[in-house]
Structure formats: structure tokens, C-alpha cells
């Protein structure tokens, strides 16, 4: 079992619509979570932090359930602009705090 | 939020030869740098994690005599894909963290896209 799993996608989804993506973390001791956008041929960029009393930033909106492990993130409005790759990250405990990435979640937003 | 730059962005070489990989922070001091590989439509993978002036700690299944990491700075971190092969055709991507300033966030180079031919 992967340590980070998220549904690949992809989501094709118009201007202007909601879209959710999932992801589950098999890690019990699991600290910190993320989420971050990758385009195409890009590096990773962090979108945001996930906090277990969620957290909103303009349209995006982040929860995380530590007791079924389960992060998610919701996209309002969405924009052409969004369309990338949606990477789950899960960082462990410690001084080393490697971060896991799940595969991403690829979304495109249509016009 | 901090930079981190790598070098070179892209690069095609021959099967057999070696490549080597640098990575600078440039507005802080990294007391730790990842190195990261991703292969087309897959996760980033952690290879190893280097702390300045220490030996790298290799994820399991990454061979410390193939990829060679020195991090003989606080802003430097080098990785060198020793006799590359098709195989080690890959996306690496490194990044930096810092414990100070910029609280424990990781901050992501552009990555460097390698082909061996």
C-alpha cells in the first residue's frame, strides 16, 4: 500500500466549477500535511498548510480527519489557471521531516 | 519565499558518462537539502537527504556509489549520476530547508530533466 494515495485523475471540469480531490495517508504518526500544485515540467509549489480545524485561502479550502487519515481539498470558481497537478503531502515527525508525496491528482479546467 | 536555484535545467548525455547536479540556496542558509527524482506521472521520490558537512542519508533502493551527494556548504548541495544509464532518465529535483527564518518549510529547486541516451 502507498503511503500517500491519491485518485490520478484526471478531472476535466468547465470554468467556474467546484471540484474536490481526496487523499488518504496510510502513516498513523504523520505530523504535518500539505498540498502543492506541480505544472507541467515544473517543481512542486506549496499551495497550502492543512490544519485538522481546516483552513480556507480565497477559493480553496483544505480539511484533514487525522482519525480516518484523510485529507482533502476543495477548488471554488474554478479557473483555467488551476489546471495542473494537485500533489497530497504528508511530512513525518523529527528533526529529519521528510515529506511524502502522493502521485497528484491532474486537474484541467475547460473553458 | 526563499529561492533555490539548480543547475543545469536540462541536460542529454551519453549512456556511460556521469552527470553532475548542483543545487544553491540563494537567500538563505539550507542545513538540509533533499534530493528528489520523479519519473513521468509518478510521485517525487525521495533519493536522499543531506545535512552540511555529513554524509548523505540514501533512501532505501537508491545506491549511494551511483548518486553522489556532497554538501560541502550551507548553500551548495551537489548530486552526480556516476556511468548514467536510459534507466536514470528522470526529472531531480532538489530542495532546501532551513530551520530559522523561514520556520521548517522546504523550498523547492526547478528541477533539473535529465536524458541518457
Known amino acids: 500500500r502507498k503511503e500517500v494515495e491519491q485518485d490520478p485523475g484526471p478531472f476535466n471540469v468547465p470554468e467556474g466549477a467546484t471540484v474536490a480531490f481526496n487523499c488518504t495517508y496510510s502513516n498513523s504518526a504523520s505530523q504535518s500535511f500539505f498540498w502543492y500544485r506541480q505544472d507541467c515540467r515544473k517543481e512542486p509549489k506549496l499551495l497550502m498548510s492543512?490544519?485538522?480545524s481546516g483552513n480556507e485561502d480565497g477559493r480553496f479550502t483544505a480539511q484533514l480527519n487525522r482519525a480516518s487519515q484523510y485529507i482533502s481539498l476543495l477548488i471554488r470558481d474554478s479557473k483555467l489557471s488551476d489546471s495542473a497537478t494537485y500533489l497530497c503531502v504528508v511530512a513525518s515527525s523529527g528533526s529529519a521531516r521528510q515529506l511524502t508525496f502522493g502521485s497528484g491528482t491532474q486537474l484541467t479546467v475547460l473553458p | 519565499g526563499a529561492v533555490v536555484s539548480q543547475h543545469p535545467s536540462w541536460v542529454i548525455c551519453k549512456s556511460g558518462t556521469s552527470v553532475k547536479i548542483e543545487c544553491r540556496s540563494l537567500?538563505?542558509?539550507?542545513?538540509?537539502m533533499f534530493w528528489y527524482r520523479q519519473f513521468p506521472k509518478q510521485s517525487l521520490m525521495l533519493m536522499a537527504t543531506?545535512?552540511?558537512?555529513?554524509?548523505?542519508?540514501?533512501e532505501q533502493g537508491v545506491e549511494k556509489d551511483k548518486f553522489l551527494i556532497n554538501h560541502a556548504s550551507l548553500t551548495l548541495s551537489t548530486l552526480t549520476v556516476t556511468s548514467a544509464h536510459p534507466e536514470d532518465s528522470s526529472f531531480y529535483i532538489c530542495?532546501?530547508?532551513?530551520?530559522?527564518?523561514?520556520?521548517?518549510?522546504?523550498?523547492f529547486g526547478p528541477g533539473t530533466r535529465l536524458t541518457v541516451l
Open positions: 492543512v490544519y485538522s
Open positions: 537567500d538563505f542558509q539550507a542545513t538540509t
Open positions: 530542495s532546501a530547508r532551513t530551520v530559522s527564518g523561514h520556520g521548517n518549510e522546504q523550498f
Open positions: 543531506s545535512n552540511e558537512g555529513s554524509k548523505a542519508t540514501y
